[in-house]
C-alpha cells in the first residue's frame, strides 16, 4: 500500500481510535493512547480528571516531570488541562518487543506540593513493515534432498508487536518447494525432487506479511543453487541460550557460547557462526566468533538504557546449510550512576519577615540505577534556618525553621547533598544561593542619645554648631538617612528662623546670630528617618548652650545726666567720717565675669574728702566735714566690668555741702517788688499743690508695698532719693555680683525760697532692673540754675531754678 494511503488511514486511526481510560488508585491517572501523533494532541484533560479548577493549574504553577528519559513527551496545557504530545512518541524506540509500552510521568502542583502518577500506555501502530536480513538469501540445496526436507531459512523482523507484527509468510508458487511455518520457524520443504542437470538455479520470491490495517509486508529473494548431497543441517545444542551480564562490562568479556554440530564430514560439516537479525544498535554491542561461537562485548552496555537483549544467531555448514537459535542476555544493574539534583522551584529572594515552616523551594533528586542503587535520601548542612521535608517520592520541601535577619545575614549558601544505598554509595551536591530580601524593619539610631553644642554669642550667621549622626542597619533605600529639624520655637521665634540642618549630612547651621543677653540655651529636636515604606524614625534631643561675650558696657542707671540737667546730692554739714552719701547704681546685661563692675572715683574736687567702694558703689565720707570745705563738690566716677576688654562708663555726681537748700547762697532771699511778690505766691502756691500730690501718691505706694513685703527697711541719711523709676523693673542681680545686692531708702529735701517749708520724697526699690533699652525717668535740674554765672545775682539764679523746676516734666 502506497505512502499516501498509510497517511490517510493513520489520519482516521488517529482521530477515532485514541480512548482514555482513568482510574484512581490513590490518584493516579492512566491514559492510553497510539504512537505516532502529531505533536499537539491530546491525550486527556486531566483539569477534568482529577476535578480541579482550571485556575489550580496556574496559581499552583501545574507542570509534568518524566523520570528515566531525557526526552519531554508530554506536556499540559494549565489553560484547558489537556495533557498533549509535544515529542514524536516511537513505542519501538520506547520498549521494543515487549508487550506494553507504560511512560511514568509525575504531574506537579505546588503551594502546597502535591504529586500525581501518571501512567502513560503507548499502543502500538502499524508503522514498521516486515524485514529481511538480507535481499538475497542464498541457499545451496543437494540434489540428493529427499522428498520432504525441511531447510531452514531466516526469519522476517518487524517492529510491531501483537496483531501488528508478522503474521503470515507466503512463498510464490514453483514445482519444488513449499513452506512451513511452525514455532515462528520458516523452512522450506522439499515437495519435488531436485535435478540438478535439469536446473541448477532456482529463485523464489518468500514474502512476509503483518496483520496491521493497512497490512504491509516485506520481501526477500531466495536463490537456490542445487548441489550434490549435503543433505544434514548444524544442530544446535540448545534451542534458547540465556546468560546474565554486569553492565559496563569492559570490551571482549565474553558473555555466552554457542554451539551446533554438522552430521556431515568435510567441507559439508564444517560449521561458521553468524549474527541472524538484529538491530544495527545491538549490533555494534556485540560481536561472535564466526568459528568458535563466543559471543563477547564490542560496546558499552547500561543498564539504564536497556535491561536485556534477545538476538537470533546462526550455525551454517559449509555448503550453505544454516540453522538458527535464540540468545536472550539480561544485564545486571550496578551502582554506576550519582543522585542527580533537580531544582524545580526556588522563591529568590525570600523576605526577611518570612513565616517559620514556610516552602521557598522545591528539589527532585532521581537516580537511574534500580532497586537499592537508585533510592536516594536528601540532606542539608546544619546551623541555617533551613530543612527538607520529603513528602512525596524523590520530592523534597525546602522549608525555613527560624527567623530571618537579613542585617546580621544577607544570604545563605544551602548545599543539598544526596547519597543513594548502593554499595559502594554514591552521592552529589548543588548549592543553592537564597538571599535574603530587605524590609525596613530597623529605625535609624543616633550614634549619641543626646547632643551638645556650644556657640559663643555673635556667632557668624550659617556657622556649623554641631553635627549629629544616625545609623540604619537595613539596605539601600531603607537605610537612607535624611535628617529635619522638628517644629519648635526659641525666644518666641519659629526655630526655623535660627537653625537648619543639612538632610544628607546632619550638620546644624546657625541662620542669624545668637545674643546671651536674650537667651542662654535652647533645645532642638532632630528626627532622622529612613526612605523605607513605612518609613522608620527615631528622634534626638540638641542641647544648644550660648557662651556670653563682654558685648555690653556697664549701663549707668543712677545719677543720668540728659543734656545740661544733673542730679544733686546734699550732704549734712555734721556728717562724720565713713557716713554713706549716695550710691553710684549700674547694671551690665553681660554675665559672669563679664558682669563684674568696680567702681572708681576718678576726679574730684577735694579727691581726699569722699571715697567710692569698689564693688558697691556706696560714696561716703573719708573724714568729717569742715567748715572750709567747698560747699560744692563734683565727683567723675568710672564703671568698669571684669570682661577682655574690660568696658566702662563714666558718670558725674554733684554733691551739695549744707543742711538744706535755704543755706545755699544762690537761693537766697531777694528783694521783692510787688511783680515779683506775686510770682512768689504763685510759686509757692504751684509747688505746695504739687508735692501734696505726690506726697499723697508716694504714700499709697509705699502703703502697698509695705503689705506685699513687709520686710524692714533700712534708712539712712542720703541726700536725693533714687525713685523706683530709675531701676529696670526686670532687672535681676546677675550671678550674685553684687550690683544692687541690698534696698535702700534716700530722703531727698527742697526748701523754697521762702523758707518755711521741706518736701520729703520718699522711695524704695528693689533688685529688678529694666531692659537696656529704657530710659531713667527723673525731674531734671538746669546746672546752671543752682551753680550759676558769676555774673548772676543769687535772687535771679534761685528764681530761674524753681522756674524751671515747675516747668520740667517727671
Request: glycine content about 6%.
Amino acid at each position: 500500500m502506497g505512502d499516501k494511503g498509510f497517511s490517510a488511514h493513520f489520519s482516521i486511526v488517529c482521530f477515532f481510535s485514541i480512548f482514555v481510560t482513568m482510574h484512581l488508585v490513590l490518584g493516579d491517572l492512566s491514559y492510553s493512547f497510539l504512537e505516532e501523533m502529531e505533536r499537539g494532541s491530546v491525550i486527556g484533560n486531566v483539569a477534568k480528571d482529577l476535578g480541579v479548577d482550571l485556575r489550580t493549574l496556574s496559581s499552583r504553577r501545574a507542570r509534568v516531570d518524566i523520570e528515566g528519559t531525557r526526552k519531554r513527551y508530554c506536556d499540559i496545557n494549565i489553560n484547558t488541562g489537556d495533557l498533549f504530545i509535544s515529542e514524536r512518541i516511537d513505542r519501538e524506540g520506547l520498549c521494543g518487543k515487549k508487550a506494553s509500552c507504560v511512560v511514568k510521568i509525575d504531574l506537579v502542583f505546588e503551594n502546597p506540593l502535591e504529586l500525581h502518577r501518571v501512567s502513560l500506555h503507548v499502543q502500538d501502530v502499524n508503522d514498521n513493515s516486515p524485514k529481511f536480513r538480507e535481499n538475497l538469501m542464498k541457499m545451496e540445496i543437494r540434489e540428493s534432498s529427499e522428498k520432504g526436507s525441511r531447510f531452514s531459512i531466516g526469519v522476517a523482523h518487524d517492529a510491531d508487536i501483537g496483531q501488528n507484527d508478522i503474521q503470515r509468510y507466503i512463498l510464490q508458487t514453483n514445482e519444488h518447494f513449499i513452506l512451513a511455518v511452525e514455532n515462528k520457524v520458516v523452512a522450506l520443504v522439499l515437495e519435488n525432487k531436485l535435478d540438478r542437470e535439469k536446473q541448477k538455479e532456482i529463485n523464489l520470491l518468500l514474502t512476509a506479511l503483518d496483520g496491521g490495517s493497512p497490512q504491509k509486508s516485506g520481501s526477500v529473494v531466495i536463490h537456490v543453487t542445487v548441489l550434490d548431497a549435503n543433505d544434514n543441517t548444524p544442530v544446535f545444542t540448545q534451542a534458547v541460550y540465556k546468560t546474565s551480564v554486569p553492565e559496563n562490562s569492559p570490551p571482549e568479556t565474553l558473555v555466552i557460547t554457542v554451539s551446533a554440530t554438522d552430521a556431515d564430514e568435510g567441507v559439508n560439516g564444517e560449521v561458521t557462526y553468524l549474527f541472524g537479525h538484529i538491530s544495527g544498535e545491538d549490533a555494534s554491542l556485540f560481536s561472535i566468533d564466526a568459528k568458535t561461537g563466543k559471543i563477547t562485548i564490542a560496546g558499552e552496555i547500561d543498564f539504564e538504557d536497556t535491561t536485556s537483549f534477545e538476538m537470533s544467531v546462526g550455525a551454517k555448514d559449509g555448503l550453505g546449510l544454516i540453522a538458527y537459535t535464540k540468545v536472550l542476555i539480561n544485564i545486571e544493574d550496578k551502582n554506576d550512576n550519582v543522585p542527580q539534583i533537580f531544582l524545580k522551584s526556588l522563591s529568590n529572594p525570600i523576605p526577611e519577615n518570612v513565616a517559620t515552616d514556610t516552602e521557598v523551594g522545591i528539589i527532585n533528586v532521581q537516580d537511574r540505577d534500580s532497586e537499592k542503587n537508585g533510592q536516594v535520601r536528601c540532606s542539608i548542612q546544619e546551623n541555617i534556618p533551613f530543612k527538607l521535608v520529603s513528602s512525596i517520592k524523590n520530592y523534597y520541601s525546602l522549608i525555613t525553621t527560624g527567623q530571618l535577619d537579613r542585617e546580621q545575614v544577607s544570604y545563605y549558601n544551602i548545599t543539598i547533598t544526596a547519597t543513594d544505598e548502593g554499595s559502594p554509595p554514591l552521592s552529589s551536591s548543588k548549592t543553592l544561593q537564597l538571599s535574603v530580601a530587605d524590609i525596613n524593619d530597623n529605625p535609624p539610631v543616633f550614634e549619641e542619645q543626646s547632643y551638645s553644642a556650644y556657640v559663643s554669642e555673635n556667632n557668624k550667621p550659617g556657622s556649623t554648631l554641631c553635627s549629629v549622626s544616625a545609623r540604619d542597619k537595613d539596605w539601600r533605600q531603607n537605610g537612607t538617612v535624611i535628617y529635619s529639624l522638628l517644629p519648635g520655637e526659641v525666644n518666641g521665634a519659629s526655630l526655623s528662623s535660627y537653625l537648619s540642618i543639612n538632610g544628607d549630612t546632619g550638620a546644624i547651621n546657625a541662620l542669624r546670630s545668637f545674643d546671651y543677653e536674650q537667651f542662654r540655651s535652647f533645645k532642638v529636636h532632630v528626627m532622622a528617618r529612613d526612605n523605607g515604606s513605612p518609613p522608620l524614625s527615631s528622634n534626638v534631643t540638641v542641647s544648644v548652650f550660648i557662651s556670653d561675650v563682654n558685648d555690653n558696657s556697664p549701663q549707668i542707671l543712677y545719677p543720668t545726666l540728659e543734656g545740661s540737667s544733673f542730679m544733686t546730692e546734699l550732704v549734712p554739714k555734721a556728717a562724720h567720717g565713713g557716713s554713706l552719701v549716695s550710691k553710684v547704681i549700674a547694671v551690665d546685661a553681660d554675665s559672669g565675669q563679664n558682669a563684674w563692675l568696680s567702681y572708681h572715683i576718678v576726679k574730684a574736687t577735694d579727691p581726699g574728702l569722699f571715697s567710692i567702694d569698689l564693688h558697691s558703689g556706696e560714696i561716703r565720707t573719708q573724714r568729717d566735714i569742715l567748715e572750709s570745705d567747698s560747699m560744692k563738690q563734683n565727683l567723675i566716677v568710672a564703671v568698669k566690668d571684669n570682661g577682655q576688654p574690660s568696658l566702662s562708663a563714666t558718670c558725674s555726681m554733684y554733691l551739695l555741702i549744707s543742711d538744706n537748700l535755704a543755706e545755699v547762697p544762690e537761693l537766697k532771699d531777694i528783694s521783692y517788688d510787688e511783680k515779683n511778690s506775686k510770682l512768689t505766691s504763685y510759686l509757692i502756691i504751684a509747688l505746695v499743690s504739687v508735692s501734696t500730690f505726690f506726697l499723697t501718691f508716694i504714700i499709697i505706694i509705699l502703703g502697698v508695698r509695705f503689705c506685699r513685703r513687709r520686710k524692714p527697711r533700712l534708712l539712712f541719711d542720703g541726700a536725693v532719693a533714687i525713685p523706683g523709676a530709675y531701676l529696670p523693673p526686670n532687672y535681676a542681680d546677675i550671678d550674685g555680683t553684687g550690683t544692687l545686692r541690698s534696698a535702700y531708702n534716700y530722703d531727698t529735701y527742697l526748701t523754697t525760697g521762702s523758707r518755711t517749708s521741706d518736701f520729703k520724697f520718699v522711695s524704695s526699690y528693689n533688685d529688678n532692673t529694666l531692659p537696656a533699652d529704657q530710659t531713667l525717668k527723673k525731674c531734671s535740674t538746669d546746672f546752671s540754675a543752682i551753680f550759676g554765672d558769676a555774673d548772676s545775682s543769687p535772687e535771679v539764679g534761685t528764681i530761674q531754678y524753681f522756674k524751671r523746676l515747675l516747668t520740667q516734666k517727671c
